[in-house]
């Protein structure tokens, strides 16, 4: 059982290491997983200015009708948080699909293979996943910081670590249903293009862009089982919003039930389906 136990931990470090070692050594990547949320927040963050259509209003009603419809005083900081949500998506998804290369390469033969367990596969890209989202999430947090986000009165630095907390449970929870859709592909198109189905739809029929308030019923419904939901919710409760415990507290909760049972799917579709 000890030496089970090291099999499992020193593979999901050198799976992991390897991982990241991929992206720290290919310097076009990196550069633009660090450009790429600075675009998205300038492009969506500053373009969509709703507060410009209160700009006739007295400054204290503008405020009261942003405060009552998003929860903050300028739809830059609602929709700055959101973007956190849209960028640890897509680098998740990314993370998960790239066990169709590691088939094709033959390396995914080699790994399975060894006395590694199946469902550490599907652990090490939920971790790189984690890392990578971590990083893109604070660039968006620092260059938000810069172009004027405004934080709540009940923001501290003791803040970023339940924050830290929800982009790995999101992170790795999105990360393993993409390695799911790819676990038996042996071609990029079929995952990705069930991807494309589900992506934008996923995003989209949750409250990164608009409150629940603004949407259709039907859509609420939706929105309101939807894990991303919750988990921007949390990080607005955590900076942008005055925070509310006991909805920070179900949001954790929620994350934290949609990462077990995704990941207990996910490794048991990995020991099922993944095969040399």
């Not at 290491?17 to 990196?30: D, T």
């Not at 680098?91 to 390469?105: A, N, Q």
């Not at 934080?151 to 990360?175: E, V, W, Y």
Request: proline content about 4%; glycine content about 6%.
């Amino acid at each position: 059982m000890r030496g089970f136990g090291f099999y499992r931990l020193h593979g999901t470090w050198t799976l992991t290491k390897r991982e990241l070692k991929k992206w720290f050594n290919n310097p076009i990547v990196l550069l633009v997983t660090i450009v790429q949320p600075i675009v998205w927040m300038v492009l969506f963050g500053k373009a969509m200015n709703l507060g410009a259509m209160l700009s006739n209003l007295p400054p204290d009603l503008g405020q009261q009708i942003m405060r009552s419809t998003f929860g903050t005083s300028d739809y830059f900081s609602y929709m700055a948080i959101g973007m956190i949500s849209f960028t640890i998506m897509f680098t998740s998804m990314f993370g998960g699909m790239s066990i169709v290369w590691d088939r094709r390469l033959g390396f995914l033969d080699k790994v399975l293979s060894t006395p590694v367990s199946r469902a550490t596969v599907v652990i090490a890209k939920g971790l790189n996943a984690a890392v990578r989202s971590l990083f893109q999430a604070f660039v968006i947090l620092g260059v938000a910081a810069m172009l004027g986000l405004s934080f709540s009165s009940t923001f501290s630095p003791l803040n970023l670590l339940p924050i830290i907390l929800a982009i790995c449970l999101l992170s790795m929870g999105l990360s393993t249903i993409f390695v799911a859709m790819a676990v038996r592909a042996t071609r990029f198109e079929t995952p990705m293009a069930l991807v494309n189905l589900v992506n934008l739809p996923f995003m989209f029929a949750s409250n990164v862009f608009v409150p629940f308030s603004m949407m259709p019923s039907w859509l609420q419904t939706i929105a309101r089982v939807n894990p991303i939901s919750y988990f921007t919710d949390a990080i607005r409760q955590l900076t942008v919003f005055e925070m509310d415990v006991s909805t920070l507290v179900l949001d954790f909760v929620f994350l934290g039930a949609f990462t077990l049972v995704i990941f207990a799917l996910g490794a048991f579709l990995a020991v099922r389906y993944l095969s040399r």
